[in-house]
Structure formats: C-alpha cells, structure tokens
C-alpha cells in the first residue's frame, strides 16, 4: 500500500517527471551540460591546505573555500569580466541538478574541478570548464528527516583540504571523500545525543587541518555545539557548546560556566533538558595569525526567553558571535548580538573580516549583520565593538549603547503578556545569504530584507519531542493576519533590497529593490561588478559604485545561492546555483498578483557564464498535474476551526501559511483526488516519509489529522471554486 502512495504521490504532488527514490533525490541522472568543450581538465588532486587558502589572492582562479578566503569577504580579484563588457555576459554551459528543492551552496573550484552540494547532502564533481559530470556522491540521507528541518533540506557546500572533500549531511553526519572519485574514506557521527533534533546544512571549513562543523535544530530541542575533527583520520579534537549544560554537574570548560549564570534554571522547564539552542548553523570565519575561528551562534530554543529562562537573562553565547582558539577550541571572546533572545535573531550570517582605515588607524575587524538588523563592526583581536547601526528597519531596539556594546529594547518588543510586532521579522533584516565585502570600494553589499512579525506567547506550551518547540502560539498569530486579512489590511509584505554600505562611516551609500524579499547571496569582483539574483530567477551584474543594473538574465527558477567567480585557461566563468526554496521558500505563500509561483517550482540547474555566451535560457518543460475537484467537506465548522489551529502549529512551516505553498512542498490544496482517503496513512503511517513527509504519529491523533484534513479541504474547497468560477473573457485572451 504505502509502495503505491509513494509512486502516484511523489510523481504528481513533487511534479517531477520521473519518479524519486528514496532520499527523494536522483541517485544518478546524465550530465546535461549543454556546450560540451573537448578539452576536460583532468582530475588533480586538489592539493588545497591552509597555506594555499592563506594564499589564494596570488591564485585568484580558484575558489577555494567557502567565502573564496578565510576572511570570506566573497571578492574576486578577476576583472575580465568588468563594467564595460558585463553586456555581453551569457551562459557558457549549464548543469542540471534534477532537484526541486533549494539550492544554496557555494559551488567550490580548485585545479579545474568544480565541487557544488544539492538538496538532501549530495556531492557533484564537475569538470569547471565543460561541466561534464566527473563523480556524484548521495550520502542516503533518511526521507524522514526531512520533517526536522526548519528551513527545508539544503546544503550550502564543501570544504577542500588535501585532495579529500568534506560535506556534512542532514542527518548530522561529517564524511570525508576522495576528490578524485567520490568515494567515501570516513564518515563520523556529529550528533552526541539521537534523542535531540541536530541536523547540518553548513559548509563545513578547514583551519589548522581541523575540520569545522556546526549544526541546526534550534527550532526544535538542540543544544548547538561546534565540533572539530582531524582532517586526516576523522578523529574529535575539540567541541564547543553554545550553551550551558545541566547545571548539576560540572560544565563543558570555564566559559559554560560564566554563561551559566546568565541563564534561569528555577523554570517549570529546564532549558538543558529541552534544548537552549544556540546552533551554530552557518557563518564562520578564520583568522590563521590570531588562530583564531569565528563562529555565528543561532538563536534560543525554545525562542520564547519567558520558557526557557523565565526570570530573564542574557543566556550566552547566544545569538552571539564567539571567537576560539582553533587549534583548541577554548572560548577567547564572544559579543552578544541579541542578550536574551525571544525573536530567532540568529546571529549565524555570514562573517566577514577586513582590516579597515578607521579613525586614522588601520583596525582588524570582523563585520557581521545578523538577522536582528544591525551593521556590527567588531575588533577581531578582542571583540571589542567598534561600531553599529541599523541597515533595515528594526523596531525591538532603539540602538546600540556604545559603552556596555548591549541593545536598548523597546520594552514593547516583548511578548510576555500580549502580542508584539517586531521588526524585523524571524527570517531577519539578512540571513545566511551571504554578503561581499569589496575592497576596491570599500563597500559590503548585503542581501537585506524589512518585514515584520507578529508574536504571542504559547500559554499553554507543551514541550513535544522532536516538534517545533518555539514557545510562541503561530495559530493566534496566523489568526491574526487572517483577521488583518479580512479587515483588508492585509499586512504589508516583506521587501527585499541589495544595500551597499559604508563599514567605516555605519551608512548607506546606494540601495536598488530586489524582485521578492527572499533573495540570493552575493558576489563582488575586481571588475567593478556585484552579482546577485532575485526570488523571480533574475540573475544581475551591477555596478559596484552606483548600484546601475548593467545585465541581467532570467533563469527560469528563483535564486538563494551567491554565485562564485573562477578562471580556467584565461576564460574568467561565473557559477550560480539556482533553485528556489529554503525558509522563504518553504514557507511564503503566492502572491497571486505577481508571476512570482511560475518560477518557483520550477527543477534547480547550475548555470556557468563567460562573455560572449547564451543570452537566453531555456524554462525547463513544464510539470504539474492539475488535481480533480476535492472531495465533499463533511466536517463541521468547529471542527475545521480545530484544524485551523493544528495545520498553524504543524504543518505550517513546510505547506506555507493557509496550506498555500508555493510549490517546492506540495500544495496541499492542490493534491490528485486518492490523497485525500490517505490522511492517515500519510500524517500517521509515514507513507510518503521516503519523500521527505516523515510520520507525525508521535504529535498527532486520528482525529487531529481528521481536523487537518478538514481544514486543508477547506481552502482546497476555496481554491477550486475560485479556479472555476466563470469570468468574462479577457480582451484578447487565451
Ligand atoms: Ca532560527
């Protein structure tokens, strides 16, 4: 039975064509690259360490590691492609990926060959001149684990070290592979505690032959750590907890204990036993002479500080940027982002370290513009704060107080006792997308984003294992914006911009607006030029100083990924992956006044540019079954109104607000006629968990999914009816 669901389902509900195995990737699908050169690279060994990354100003083809340096400053000292000849940019080659979920790594180009990660912890190795497929590597990541993924089943790259690639998978495991081959040579377990959700979307990075990782699951119950191991034999040398432990026993180091004291542990419950949060999920940096590594910690877990710590506090390290020793990993010195977080204002976007000219004198920095909304320029020799503004609107806090270096809140920006709408909003003023820093300008453009948010306290929270444990009611606030919705005050939505901003005077120079507010990551070059792409699949080049739009293309999918600059035989390429989803992409729903969903269901490719290639790209053949009227509603309005309530507070994250999704998770309004006798078998029965719809047995009952179904079939009812309900022939029309 559950073998039959899984074929009808996933061929229609994911729209693929074919239908996915488990994992719910393709195990392997042809190379399509579509100009074939004759000439393939051969496969080197990739002989990247530390000196050759210290040095890679001095090789500017390659793109080393994950921000190009250990400063990841995302700037390519290339200037072939440049402000006057950008025109006649066009595709050289491009690369389908056979996936429908996002694509936010950074591709990865040493000696020829290109390493990029896909959905579901996948490995491809490319010849970086003609795109032909040299090896894939599919670690089997469980279907099921997609369920523990808060911002959908991404992977954002690969490290390079010694001829080995190193890609940490969704299910917390960190696997080393011959770069020749693919092969794997270990795989470790990251996870210390099975019982706790801890997933890895991260790059992992190399310092001093220390393999870095983090993890997510701070939505859920983790207590986030950084690990490292040696990249020879795969050995744990160092961990890092983000947070305290429990408090009954002797701490981790010396620094757990100092944050232990910023935390209340007199709580009905215990924040070592339902996680703390803190994931280190993203961002990190490394400064080889100071040895030391950066480290963006996330938010608290639950989100709702009146759960965790009830009597207040700043709960370190989270929401925090920490310094360690790397060849330790002993704290050196941390600075607190958001003390006392309750917004999810991760502080995991990236981190950027420049040396700067300020006050007369040369200062190492490290430049960090979390999701709370403020620029943060940081003494990376002691993290002592410089300075810090806001570069979006941010409404929880007044300012920075230069001389304790803490936010002044609004004290409205608190939920303890009534809703509060906050600025920005949880998927942030910016987040991992990464920014550039250009050193010719002098400039950081980041990818930001306004939007708002609406919290209320969960008054009755119930820590549910393996759940969404945030503390905050997303039924009260989905009911909410319904009642805005109804009032027509709908409210306004999030925007995104490109803002290039002065670091050292803390202001903006130019902005432009992007096509949706979940846009892609970003790229400087020494040509003048800074490339991003948008939430509608236009990718652009702009000019570095003015912000002109000089080209552009449209790519058929929504971007998330920053794209990458390389050079192989004096042909300067540039790398973009593009597949729409991630956290906005899981969760927005359509704005049905915009073409904005025809270009998010679309399948990922890896698109290479030079001068002089295709200017146009081809949309991939369309996919979608349209699903036959939905079934009668036999459930009465007390019931759906349950329903209402239980989609907001399970379901909502994955199938979007109002089960509108935008397609990269079905829609469930839209399913083919059989789903809807397959609630239980899919919801309870974990039916289509091979899929990436893991069984919610543990969380729901039968008649909880019955209020589901009701609920869902409800809007399904809604959108049919809207879909064929007779209108008057547009002029001209098809
Ligand atoms: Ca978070």
């Not at 990551?521 to 800074?530: F, K, N």
């Not at 329903?643 to 399913?671: K, T």
Request: some cysteine; proline content about 6%; glycine content about 12%.
């Amino acid at each position: 039975m559950s073998k039959k669901i899984v074929g009808i389902a996933e061929a229609v509900i994911i729209a693929a064509i074919f239908i996915v195995p488990a994992g719910g990737v393709l195990t392997h699908r042809p190379s399509t690259a579509v100009v074939a050169s004759p000439e393939t690279a051969p496969v080197t060994a990739t002989n990247v360490d530390g000196a050759r990354i210290a040095a890679a100003d001095s090789d500017p083809g390659e793109w080393l590691t994950h921000g190009r340096t250990y400063s990841e400053q995302r700037f390519s000292p290339l200037a072939q492609i440049n402000t006057a000849n950008v025109k006649s940019l066009g595709v050289a080659w491009e690369y389908r990926t056979y996936s429908v979920r996002g694509l936010e790594a950074t591709p990865i180009v040493s000696d020829g060959v290109m390493f990029i990660t896909l959905p579901w912890s996948k490995v491809v190795a490319l010849d970086a001149a003609s795109g032909k497929e040299l090896w894939q590597f599919d670690p089997k990541v469980p279907g099921e684990t997609g369920r523990y993924l808060c911002c959908d089943v991404v992977n954002r790259g690969v490290a390079l070290w010694k001829g080995a690639v190193f890609v940490g998978t969704l299910d917390g495991r960190l696997i080393k592979l011959d770069a020749k081959t693919g092969r794997v040579i270990w795989s470790v377990d990251t996870v210390e505690n099975r019982k706790k959700v801890y997933t890895i979307t991260g790059a992992p990075r190399v310092a001093d032959g220390l393999v870095v990782i983090g993890n997510g699951g701070a939505e859920y119950d983790a207590r986030g750590y950084v690990s490292a191991y040696d990249a020879g034999n795969g050995k744990l040398v160092w961990r890092f907890h983000i947070v305290p432990g429990d408090p009954s026993k002797p701490q981790e180091n010396a620094a757990l204990t100092v944050a232990l004291k910023t935390w209340d542990t007199t709580g009905k419950y215990k924040f070592w036993q339902i996680g703390g949060g803190g994931a280190p999920w993203n961002g990190m940096a490394f400064d080889p002479k100071l040895d030391l590594l950066y480290v963006g910690t996330g938010n608290g877990n639950p989100w709702n500080r009146d759960v965790r710590s009830p009597k207040g506090g700043d709960n370190l390290y989270l929401s925090s940027v920490i310094a360690l020793h790397a060849k330790t990993g002993q704290l050196a010195w941390y600075y607190q982002t958001t003390p006392g977080d309750t917004w999810d204002f991760d502080s995991t976007a990236d981190i950027v370290l420049a040396d700067l000219k300020i006050g007369g004198q040369v200062r190492k920095v490290l430049m960090h513009a979390p999701k709370n909304g403020f620029f943060y320029v940081i003494d990376r020799t002691n993290g002592r704060l410089i300075s810090a503004q806001k570069f979006a609107i941010v409404t929880w806090a007044k300012g920075i107080d230069m001389k304790t270096g803490k936010p002044i809140e609004d004290p409205n920006a608190r939920y303890t006792n009534k809703m509060a709408v906050v600025y920005p909003q949880e998927t942030g003023a910016h987040n991992w997308q990464p920014m550039t820093f250009d050193p010719q300008t002098g400039l950081v453009y980041i990818p930001a984003m306004d939007g708002a948010a609406i919290f209320v306290a969960d008054r009755n929270f119930i820590y549910r294992p393996g759940a969404w444990n945030t503390g905050a009611d997303f039924a009260a606030v989905s009911n909410a914006v319904l009642q805005l919705i109804k009032s027509g005050k709908p409210p306004a939505p999030p925007v995104g911009y490109i803002k290039a901003w002065d670091p050292v005077a803390q202001k903006e120079v130019w902005q432009i607006s992007m096509g949706g507010s979940w846009n892609s990551g970003l790229l400087s070059t020494a040509g003048g030029l800074v490339f991003g792409g948008d939430a509608y699949g236009i990718f652009s080049a702009y000019d570095a100083r003015s912000g002109k739009k000089l080209w552009s293309i449209d790519l058929k999918t929504g971007i998330l990924a920053p794209a990458i600059a390389y050079s192989i035989k004096g042909t300067e390429y540039i790398a973009l992956l593009a597949g729409w989803g991630g956290a906005g992409g899981l969760s927005a729903f359509r704005d049905p006044n915009t073409a904005l969903s025809k270009y998010q269901t679309d399948q990922g490719r890896l698109f290479v540019f030079r001068l002089g290639g295709r200017q146009q790209v081809a949309a991939l053949a369309p996919e979608g079954i349209p699903p036959g009227e939905p079934p009668a509603q036999t459930a009465d309005a007390a019931t759906v109104q349950k329903g209402f309530d239980l989609y907001h507070r399970n379901c909502l994250v994955c199938h979007g607000f109002f089960a509108q999704s935008e397609g990269e998770v079905p829609d469930l309004r839209l399913v083919p006629r059989e789903i809807w006798d397959q609630y239980d078998d899919i919801v309870l029965g974990g039916a289509l968990a091979d899929g990436g719809m893991a069984s919610f047995g543990d969380i729901l009952s039968k008649d909880d999914v019955g209020a589901i179904r009701a609920y869902v079939l409800d809007q399904a009812k809604a959108a049919w009816a809207a879909a064929h309900a007779t209108r008057p022939a547009a002029k001209g029309g098809h």
